[in-house]
């Protein structure tokens, strides 16, 4: 299969996985077990991801987001969907009635610009070469030049649930044969809902997440439209922890404070 690139702007555009933080009595492990996938702290679009299907006894892999295009140009079925949407868009409503998933996470990342005082602190500039006739530092050119051109620095958060076990997220699935080689691939979206106040700071979205009782109603093929609208709303903030991370650490699997901006 052909990759493809997503410039990745929205809410939800990264998340991580990992099959060693499933308890054994975790109602995923059944559904993960003999599945093979690598452990991943920087799930993104176009990536093959485990995804959990109606009337299947075990997750089935598939690529987030598909690279295929409507006659306006739009994806098929982008990285996100907004819940908003799913019955005012045909080809989401469409997929409503067979077509729903839970993609199982144990936690998901958004980035925030720092503010000016924070971004100073760290862009960590040179060492002034003196003071000039008022006190004030002087910069070589080359730290002007740089400081000039510097994009805003960026904070990356994790959000967990608070007991940090995996959770799985509401989405859409579909299937379509390659053209060129009549492979039949999965793709998947991640829906997604007006932001929490645990969120909120961050983000003006999240992805929908679903509590145990929730996931048996999406995936319940017997219940109606209205039904499944109900369970796709923002999650209890009281029930979900925000930390700011590293974020060379964080692609690694370790989730520690930064050094120099956490906030």
């Known amino acids: 299969m052909k990759s493809f690139l997503f410039n990745v702007t929205r809410m939800c555009g ?7 933080n499933l308890p054994k009595e975790h109602r995923f492990t059944a559904k993960l077990e003999g599945l093979v996938f690598e452990k991943n702290f920087d799930a993104r679009p176009s990536q093959q991801l485990p995804v959990i299907l109606p009337h299947q ?3 089935v892999m598939a690529t987030w987001a598909s690279p295929e295009k409507e006659t306006d140009g739009k994806p098929t079925l982008p990285f996100n969907v907004r819940q908003e949407n799913l019955l005012f ?3 989401f409503r469409a997929l409503l009635p067979r077509h729903r998933c839970i993609i199982p996470i144990d936690g998901f990342f958004e980035w925030k610009e720092l503010e ?4 100073e602190q760290a862009l960590e500039p040179e060492a002034p070469l003196g003071l000039d006739l008022f006190g004030n530092p002087i910069r070589s050119e080359a730290e002007k030049k740089r400081a000039k051109k510097a994009k805003p620095v960026k904070q990356k958060y994790r959000f ?4 940090e076990e995996p959770f799985g997220l509401a989405g859409l699935w579909r299937e379509s044969v390659h053209h060129d080689t009549g492979e039949l691939n999965r793709y998947f979206s991640i829906i997604t809902t007006a932001a929490n106040s645990a969120v909120q700071p961050y983000h003006d979205r999240m992805p929908v997440i679903l509590t145990p009782h929730a996931e048996d109603i999406w995936l319940d093929d017997k219940l109606r ?4 609208m109900e369970v796709l709303q923002p999650y ?3 029930q979900m922890v925000v930390r700011a991370i590293d974020e060379y650490e964080s692609v690694l699997g370790n989730y520690v404070a930064p050094a120099l901006n956490s906030k």
């Open 89 to 91: 868009i045909p080809r």
């Open 57 to 59: 006894e075990k997750a």
């Open 225 to 228: 439209e209205k039904q499944w």
């Open 14 to 20: 990264r998340y991580s996985v990992n099959r060693k």
């Open 236 to 238: 209890d903030h009281r």
């Open 116 to 119: 000016e005082e924070e971004a």
């Open 160 to 163: 967990t649930l608070k007991d």
